[in-house]
């Protein structure tokens, strides 16, 4: 599913055209429309359906290589890639929490990209290996990337996740219609330490995590697509309500300083609604890369609580991933 997402995202993209896939040695030789059932709403891009599918091996690839593989198979895979001179931005989770491989949010920590040199030197490579964050974690992220400057000392933070989140076939509708479902292989775990890795800081070829202590709950429910993640936060400094608006009001990053192509002109926007952001009016909104806050009030057990949401499989997946080359194309890493 983040395949034909991605496979979507980069439809009429003004940097990148999509000219190589990849899969398993059961698809290869098969054109994509052959080998894939398209999922997703409307009709399979014709420039992609016509694509042969190669066997999952550099060589005939282009320099850049967007990588949204299976857990079980991804780790050999992207460092054969990267080995070979390729830049792989990848959405898989393998990568993630070594100590030389960046996980961009590129709103948060584009310094972090600063890793990209060391890799190449200690593993002797001549491309590089890039990731993104867990889709849960990038909404949770987005929404704490403007209190930051308040210091963040601990974090609590509840999901809702849309099934689009479990892939195709996912979650069976007998257990998730009518239902919550409060449990998501390793999700909690993936939200915590990479939210400390995102929100830390760079030291030589390596990241200090954020200090801050993170809690994470997560649940599967009958939406399509959107994550909502319910937060309270604990602040070193303790700001008012107007000053927290305002933080997340004016906040951008490096990507609205570049024009990046997919870059939303606001990347978390605050909702004064009482009952705003819900994932079915918002999450697609700002071509689903932005994320929504809302729900702001005090909390008694922390300092102040809020409601995120976010789109899981674009900002979460497919389109965090473009972003992130984007950046790179942006910091001559990428040519």
Known sequence: MVGQHFVRFLEGHPWFKLTWVGASDRSAGKKYAEATAWRLEGEMPESAAA???????????PQLVFSAMDASVATDIERAFAQAGHIVVSNSRNHRMEPDVPLIVPEINPDHLALVPAQRCKRKWAGAIVTNPNCSTVTLTMALAPLAQFGIQRIFAATLQAVSGAGYPGVASMDVLANVIPFIGSEEEKMEVETQKILGT???DHVL??????????????????????????LYHKPELR???????DFRGLPQ????????????????QADRPQP???AARENGMSVFVGRLRPCPVFDWKFVACGHNTIRGAAGAAVLNAELMVAEGLVR
């Not at 694509?51 to 690839?61: E, H, I, M």
């Not at 000053?243 to 009001?249: K, L, R």
């Not at 300083?257 to 978390?268: C, K």
């Open 51 to 61: 694509l042969t599918v190669f066997d999952s091996k550099p060589g005939n690839a």
């Open 202 to 204: 760079v030291h030589n």
């Open 209 to 234: 995590p954020l200090e801050a202590a993170v809690s994470a709950q997560c649940h599967r429910v009958a939406v399509v697509d959107g994550h909502t993640v319910a937060t309270s936060v604990q």
């Open 243 to 249: 000053e927290i608006q305002t933080a997340i009001e």
């Open 257 to 272: 300083q570049r024009e990046l192509p997919s870059a939303p002109q606001r990347p978390v926007i605050y909702m004064a």
């Open 280 to 282: 079915r009016r918002d």
